[in-house]
Structures are given as structure tokens and as C-alpha cells.
């Protein structure tokens, strides 16, 4: 379909041959939908405009599925891997017609079939893909798949091996309860469904009389449904053996990796087992290569920030540190700086702990550190691989710490990543892992600090405006004021109820200026820093916050939960 409708889009003016080159590129690496893929590349504005043109051209409907209300009895006529696997869901029924919502029109083999699955004759109309996707995910019980399978397990009488509240159970025992396909396929669902949900974590806990499973989404954990607790053992001995870990061992926390196929897609986990009081703890980091976002445009950067990072990332060497808490996304950020330099004539060279996503042209290390692979000794090691960029993946000691700022020093363009709170306070943290003040002051040339924020339901956002007590609770300058005509969004079915959806980042850029290298020098304190950094035109944490409120993206609630004071 996409290498037709962008002709047709090209013929009626719509977008150009370049921009429609670029989005089949995009399309073909990212693996995007067509639709979205030109959103990407700045060809047209949303997805809703693709389908308004497809549905002119072909006369035929148009549907916003975000401003109806669909009958769950209606969408489930087509049976879920049929509608995800066309990217199609069944609006509504008159008579013996079935209203259908669809991205691609001229997909006649999906149509035919729903047509004999269903009895009824088929009416398309045309809705964006992002659209239908999430309606699907909507209407379709996200526990349904696993809820099916849990039935199926309370059923079988062949997994018992398992019931025994005794927890000596044999190695073979396990062995045989992990194969059966029911327990397969509801392991499997939960990753599945995980995955399909845009989580970032899943949480497998044993309590005294449960387990309970949660998906990290946007920041927070979600319950999910629970798991029969008989099965507990079999249950996390089946994600053992998919991780190649040691099922015998349960005293012992473990660590391994799961890498599945799913939607045409590579998905690694990282995998956590600790054994609790009541049994084993498993999280699963989850490493969807299309959820990362490694645009630097896409990241929540303002565009005076974005220029300052994009000019250091530029310079012929120095070290760039990113600072922030775990789970800050700092990572994305230095992929992004990486993605954006990574040409032919670049010998780019990483140590990462782990090594969470692959990216062609780029040599990474995975450090192991009980074999002697530290940081400190792949950053030796790279000095003698002819480097033009190293990524460290996060300076922990004073070993470590000269070494990257050295290798600054020497010609090389260094990336890392630092635990401290603000940007400023990663000058004193550098000295405190013993790192002269002189080379600290030489070497470094940017400092990045972020957070990750929860963005405001665009369906359910309402009017709200400050007032003088919110204004002198913010702690800003007046100037970072710039209206008290916000929003706040009390949460709605579309957000479960939450009142935000999807996530931004907002970023605090300190470039060092002869000013603060002086400063450095000097030893002043990183409040006497920070006051400098300002003067020069950073935003702290909390003014960059507050300007994301005053754009309409987060809510005042969100500025106090990611910002304390004036950072």
C-alpha cells in the first residue's frame, strides 16, 4: 500500500518525492506504519490528515475512532490475531453489514476473510493506524489472552507436580511442569502482552498467598491480573529456562537475558531473579528497539537547549556527562548524541552495562566486571583501538573518572553518565572521586542533567488557571511566568484513569563557559556554579518543568513530582 499512496499523495501535491523517499526509508529501518513514518519526516501533520486523503480519493468514509464509543461485543467478531495482524477493528453492525474501521482499503484477502469469519457483508472505512491500534489494545481485554490461559491451567490436573506447598521441589519435577503448553503459552502471553502495551517492565512478585504481576507503563506499575499461586514455582522456573539460568538454584539472586521474535521484531529482556521470604521476585526489563526514541528532536528538548547539546556534541573532544537518577533516560540521550555523529569517518567505541540496544556502525562492549572487564579496563583498551568518540556507560570511581577525563584531554570525544541530582553538582562529585580540579575544569565541556515526566491525556486535558499561591509555590522567576492559563487533565477511560499518557523529557544544559572553568579552578561550590550557569541562560530542572506547563504537556502536580526548589 505505501509505495501506492505516496504516489497518489505525490500526484495531488500533497508531499514531495524526497519527503516520500525519506518516509519508506524510515519506514523500512523503523518498521513504522506508513502513516506514521510521514509524520516523522514532517511530510503531513498527523495520521487523521492520511486518512481524510485516502477516504476523498477512493470516496469512501472516514473515521475518528477516538470520538466514538465501540460495543466490545461488536469488536470481538474479529477474533484478536486477525485484527492485530491487519490492523482492522469491527465498528458497529446493521443488519447483516459490519461496519469496518481499516487502514489499507485495498487489502481485499483481510476483507474476504472477515467477511466469511463473521457472515456479514464488509463496509471499510478509513481510520489512522496509530488509531485502530490503540482501540484494539482498548476493547480487546488486555488480560484476555492470559485470563484464557489461566482457565485452561485451573483445568489441568497434569501440572500438580507444582501444588505442593513444600518448597523442595524437584529439579525434574520442574523440568516436565515448565513444558506444558498451557504454562508456555501463559508466559509467554504475559511477555507478549507487555510488550504490546509499551511497558517498560514486568514485575512477577510471591507474596504469602499470591503473585502479583505489574507492567511498568509510562513511569508506573500497573496491576495486572493474578496468578494461581500453586503454580509459582513452575512459573518462574519456565522464565529461568528461557533466560538460561539455574533452576535448582533458589537461594541466590541470578541475572540473564530472554531474546524473543514478536510482529516481525527482535525483543531482548533483561532478567532479575531475587528470591523473597515468599519465594522468587523476576523483573524483566524489556528493550523494544521500536519504543526507543533515539531523535534527539523527539526528546523534549526546547530548541535553545537542543542547539547548546547539538553544539557540544560537535566539538573534536572534551567529556559530555548526562546526569540524573536510574530510569531518567539517560541512555536514550546518549544514543541519540551517538546516532547523530555516527558517520563512515567516526571510530565510535562504547563499554555499556549492558549493552541494552544494537546499533550498526557503532562498537560496543558489554563490561563484565567479574572477569576483570571493567570500565576503567575497556576504556584502557580503547585508547589503543585508534577511537574518535568513547561512550562509557557511567563513571562510578576515581579510576574510571580520570581515565575518561584523560582521554578527553588527549583528543577524544567522551560521553558519560553520573548519579547526582543537577548539572552543577557533578563538578564537586568529579572532585570527590579524586579528579584534580585542573583537569576537571579542561576536560569537561557540557553537562546535561534530565528527568523523565508524565505527559497530560490530550482527551481529558481541562482549563486551569494559576494562582498567586501556585505561582510563589513554583519558586521560578517572574519571567518563566509566562501565562496562568494552564492545564490539568482529571483522567478519563482513554488513560485508565490516570490522567496522563505517554512520557517527555525536560532537561537542564550547562555548558561550560570560561566563567564557570574559572570557577572550577577556584573550587566554588556548585550553588556559586549554578548561579553562574543561570546567569548564562540555563534553565534549572524546575524552570524547564514549569515551561513544559506553561506549553500545555504536563501538569502542575507533575512539575513538584519530577523538580525539587529551583532544581
Given at each position: 500500500m505505501?509505495?501506492?499512496?505516496?504516489?497518489m499523495l505525490?500526484k495531488?501535491?500533497?508531499?514531495t518525492?524526497?519527503?516520500?523517499?525519506?518516509?519508506?526509508d524510515?519506514?523500512?529501518e523503523?518498521k513504522?506504519?506508513?502513516?506514521e513514518?510521514l509524520v516523522?519526516v514532517?511530510?503531513?501533520?498527523?495520521?487523521?490528515?492520511?486518512?481524510?486523503?485516502i477516504?476523498?480519493q477512493?470516496n469512501?468514509?472516514?473515521?475518528?475512532?477516538n470520538d466514538?464509543?465501540l460495543n466490545?461485543?461488536?469488536v470481538k467478531?474479529?477474533p484478536?490475531?486477525?485484527a492485530?495482524k491487519?490492523?482492522v477493528i469491527?465498528?458497529?453492525?446493521?443488519g447483516?453489514?459490519?461496519?469496518?474501521?481499516i487502514?489499507?482499503?485495498?487489502?481485499?484477502y483481510v476483507l474476504?476473510?472477515?467477511k466469511?469469519?463473521?457472515?456479514?457483508?464488509?463496509q471499510p472505512?478509513?481510520?489512522p493506524e496509530?488509531?485502530?491500534?490503540k482501540?484494539?489494545?482498548?476493547?480487546?481485554?488486555?488480560?484476555g489472552?492470559?485470563?484464557e490461559?489461566?482457565?485452561?491451567?485451573e483445568?489441568?490436573?497434569?501440572l500438580?507436580?507444582?501444588?505442593s506447598d513444600?518448597?523442595?521441589?524437584?529439579e525434574?519435577?520442574l523440568?516436565?511442569a515448565v513444558?506444558?503448553?498451557p504454562l508456555?503459552?501463559l508466559v509467554?502471553?504475559?511477555?507478549?502482552?507487555a510488550v504490546?502495551?509499551?511497558?517498560?517492565?514486568i514485575?512477577?512478585?510471591?507474596?504469602?498467598k499470591r503473585?502479583?504481576v505489574?507492567y511498568r507503563?509510562?513511569g508506573n506499575?500497573k496491576?495486572?491480573d493474578?496468578?494461581?499461586?500453586?503454580?509459582r514455582?513452575a512459573?518462574i522456573?519456565?522464565?529461568k529456562?528461557?533466560?538460561e539460568?539455574?533452576?535448582?538454584?533458589r537461594r541466590?539472586?541470578?541475572?540473564g537475558r530472554?531474546?524473543i521474535?514478536l510482529?516481525?521484531?527482535?525483543?531482548?529482556?533483561?532478567v532479575?531473579v531475587?528470591p523473597t521470604?515468599?519465594?522468587?521476585?523476576?523483573?524483566?526489563?524489556?528493550?523494544?528497539?521500536n519504543a526507543?526514541?533515539?531523535?534527539m528532536t523527539?526528546?523534549?528538548?526546547t530548541e535553545a537547549?537542543l542547539t547548546?547539546?547539538?553544539?557540544?556534541?560537535?566539538l573534536?573532544y572534551?567529556i559530555?556527562l548526562v546526569?540524573?537518577?536510574?530510569?531518567s533516560?539517560k541512555?536514550?540521550?546518549?544514543?541519540?548524541?551517538?546516532?547523530?555523529?555516527?558517520?563512515?569517518?567516526i571510530?565510535i567505541m562504547?563499554?555499556?552495562?549492558?549493552?541494552?540496544f544494537?546499533?550498526?556502525?557503532?562498537n560496543?562492549v558489554?563490561v563484565?566486571?567479574?572477569?576483570?572487564?571493567t570500565f576503567?579496563?575497556?576504556?584502557r583498551s580503547f585508547?589503543?583501538?585508534?577511537?574518535?568518540?568513547?561512550?562509557?556507560?557511567?563513571?562510578?570511581?576515581?579510576?574510571?573518572a580520570?581515565?575518561?577525563?584523560?582521554?578527553?584531554?588527549?583528543?577524544?570525544?567522551v560521553f558519560s553518565?553520573?548519579h547526582?541530582?543537577?548539572?552543577p553538582?557533578?563538578i564537586?562529585?568529579?572532585?570527590?572521586?579524586g579528579?584534580?580540579?585542573?583537569?576537571?575544569?579542561s576536560a569537561?565541556?557540557?553537562?546535561?542533567?534530565?528527568?523523565m515526566?508524565?505527559?497530560?491525556?490530550q482527551?481529558?486535558?481541562r482549563?486551569?488557571?494559576?494562582t498567586?499561591?501556585d505561582?510563589?509555590s513554583?519558586?521560578v522567576?517572574?519571567?518563566?511566568i509566562?501565562?496562568?492559563?494552564v492545564f490539568?487533565?482529571?483522567?478519563?477511560p482513554?488513560c485508565?484513569g490516570?490522567?496522563?499518557?505517554?512520557?517527555t523529557?525536560?532537561?537542564?544544559?550547562?555548558?561550560i563557559?570560561?566563567?564557570?572553568?574559572q570557577?572550577i579552578l577556584?573550587?566554588?561550590t556548585d550553588?556559586?556554579i549554578?548561579a553562574q550557569?543561570?546567569?548564562?541562560g540555563m534553565?534549572?530542572l524546575?524552570?524547564?518543568a514549569?515551561?513544559?506547563?506553561?506549553?500545555?504537556d504536563?501538569g502542575?502536580k507533575?512539575?513538584?513530582?519530577?523538580t525539587s526548589?529551583?532544581h
Open positions: 505505501s509505495a501506492e499512496l505516496g504516489t505525490v495531488a501535491g500533497k508531499i518525492e524526497d519527503q516520500l523517499k525519506q518516509a519508506l524510515l519506514k523500512s523503523n513504522d506504519h506508513f502513516g513514518a516523522k514532517g511530510a503531513i501533520q498527523s495520521e487523521e490528515e492520511l486518512s481524510d486523503f477516504s476523498k477512493l469512501m468514509g472516514s473515521l475518528r475512532l466514538v464509543e466490545p461485543e461488536i467478531l474479529i484478536l490475531d486477525i492485530r491487519f490492523n469491527a465498528v458497529s453492525r446493521l447483516k453489514t459490519l461496519i469496518v474501521a487502514a489499507d482499503p485495498n487489502n481485499v474476504d476473510a472477515i466469511f469469519i463473521t457472515g456479514c457483508n464488509v472505512v478509513i481510520s496509530n488509531s485502530i491500534n482501540s484494539i489494545e482498548k476493547y480487546y481485554d488486555d488480560g489472552a492470559v485470563s490461559i489461566l482457565k485452561g491451567l483445568d489441568d490436573e497434569e500438580e507436580v507444582v501444588s513444600s518448597e523442595e521441589i524437584s525434574s519435577d523440568q516436565s513444558q506444558d503448553k508456555v503459552r509467554d502471553s504475559i511477555i507478549k502482552e504490546r502495551t509499551g511497558a517498560s517492565d514485575h512477577i512478585e510471591m507474596y504469602e503473585i502479583r505489574r507503563v509510562d506499575l496491576e495486572m493474578p496468578l494461581p499461586y500453586k503454580y514455582a512459573i522456573s519456565r522464565i529456562i528461557m533466560s539460568l539455574d533452576i535448582s538454584e541466590l539472586p541470578q541475572d530472554i531474546k521474535k510482529d516481525n521484531r527482535t525483543v531482548d529482556l533483561r532479575s531475587l521470604i515468599f519465594g522468587e521476585k523476576v523483573v524483566m526489563r524489556i528493550l523494544d528497539p526507543l526514541m533515539v531523535d523527539k526528546l523534549g528538548f537547549a547548546k547539546f547539538k553544539k557540544s556534541i560537535t573534536p572534551g559530555i546526569t540524573g537518577p536510574t530510569g533516560g541512555t536514550t540521550t546518549l544514543y541519540s548524541a551517538l546516532k547523530q555523529i555516527n558517520t563512515e569517518g571510530n562504547t563499554a555499556e552495562d549492558p549493552v541494552e544494537n546499533f550498526d556502525g557503532i560496543q558489554a563484565r566486571s567479574e572477569i576483570g572487564l576503567a579496563s575497556a576504556l585508547l589503543r583501538q585508534d577511537p574518535d568518540v568513547i561512550m562509557v556507560g557511567e563513571i562510578r570511581d576515581g579510576e574510571t580520570e581515565i575518561a577525563i584523560r582521554a578527553a584531554l588527549t583528543g577524544h570525544l553518565t553520573l547526582t541530582n543537577d548539572a553538582s557533578s564537586p562529585r568529579l572532585i570527590d572521586m579528579v584534580p580540579n585542573y583537569l576537571v575544569s569537561t565541556r557540557m553537562i546535561l542533567a534530565q528527568r515526566t508524565r505527559k497530560l491525556c482527551e481529558c486535558r482549563p486551569y488557571t494559576l498567586d499561591e505561582v510563589e513554583l519558586g522567576p517572574d519571567e518563566c509566562t501565562t496562568r492559563d490539568e487533565s482529571p483522567g478519563c482513554n485508565n490516570t490522567g496522563q499518557s505517554g512520557r523529557g525536560i532537561y537542564e544544559v550547562m555548558p563557559s570560561d566563567a564557570i572553568e570557577m577556584e573550587g566554588k550553588v556559586d549554578g550557569a543561570i546567569s548564562d534553565l534549572t524546575r524552570m524547564a514549569v515551561n513544559k506547563m506553561m506549553e500545555g504536563i502542575m507533575e512539575v513538584f513530582a519530577v526548589g529551583g
